[in-house]
T-cell receptor, first 113, second 109 residues
Framework: DVKVTQSSRYLVKRTGEKVFLECVQD?????MFWYRQDPGLGLRLIYF???????EKGDIPEGYSVSREKKERFSLILESASTNQTSMYLC????????????FGPGTRLTVT | AQRVTQPEKLLSVFKGAPVELKCNYS??????LFWYVQYSRQRLQLLLR??SRESIKGFTADLNKGETSFHLKKPFAQEEDSAMYYC???????????FGGGTRLMVKP
């Protein structure tokens, strides 16, 4: 059974703080993703990683960076949090290959005050 | 650029009624489409994919290339179908998804 875990379910940070969101998967998946989920906007891809130390920008990378030092772990970093980054953040992973299913974590609800 | 549109933010039906959740896409290549579902307090998970032509939990979806649609249908809605549904479109490489805005389905008793 695929397990994708995220470090926090709820997080409250102040404007300007540096924020780390961590995601770990235990299925040896090559691909990992960070999305933000907002009502009416659905899921929007922030960053995607297809291998250790490899990353690609998604649709909304501004204000975010990522780190993938180990295959199982993918971190999302908000260098200087802003109120418009208040959102639900979802991590996902998938096996490499064509159109494999993405498995999602439980989400981190981040509030920036 | 590829895009997925789900025109209804909320769809409310009575138990036993037919349900259709609409999904339209724009894509220049040969599309691969999916439906993901998120039940209350659960993770987002794959419901079905068009390439499999399968029926999951009584739901089916047919790809209509002429109308660029991939609507999700069920003939008789159940209360446990109440959830958030997302339509998603894959890129050419088959490794990234573009999601629609989502439709919340409420099935009333």
């Amino acid at each position: 059974d695929v397990k994708v875990t995220q470090s926090s379910r709820y997080l409250v940070k102040r404007t300007g703080e540096k924020v780390f969101l961590e995601c770990v998967q235990d299925m040896d998946h090559e691909n990992m993703f960070w999305y933000r989920q907002d009502p009416g906007l659905g899921l929007r891809l922030i960053y995607f990683s297809y291998d250790v130390k490899m990353k690609e920008k998604g649709d909304i990378p501004e204000g975010y960076s990522v780190s993938r030092e180990k295959k199982e772990r993918f971190s999302l970093i908000l260098e200087s949090a802003s109120t418009n980054q208040t959102s639900m953040y979802l991590c996902a992973s998938s096996s490499t290959g064509w159109n494999y299913e993405q498995y999602f974590g439980p989400g981190t609800r981040l509030t920036v005050t | 650029a590829q895009r997925v549109t789900q025109p209804e933010k909320l769809l409310s039906v009575f138990k036993g009624a037919p349900v259709e959740l609409k999904c339209n896409y724009s894509y220049s290549g040969s599309p691969e489409l999916f439906w993901y579902v998120q039940y209350s307090r659960q993770r987002l998970q794959l419901l079905l994919r068009h390439i499999s032509r399968e029926s999951i939990k009584g739901f089916t979806a047919d790809l209509n290339k002429g109308e660029t649609s991939f609507h999700l249908k069920k003939p008789f809605a159940q209360e446990e179908d109440s959830a958030m549904y997302y339509c998603a479109l894959s890129n050419n490489a088959g490794n990234m998804l573009t999601f629609g805005g989502g439709t919340r389905l409420m099935v009333k008793p």
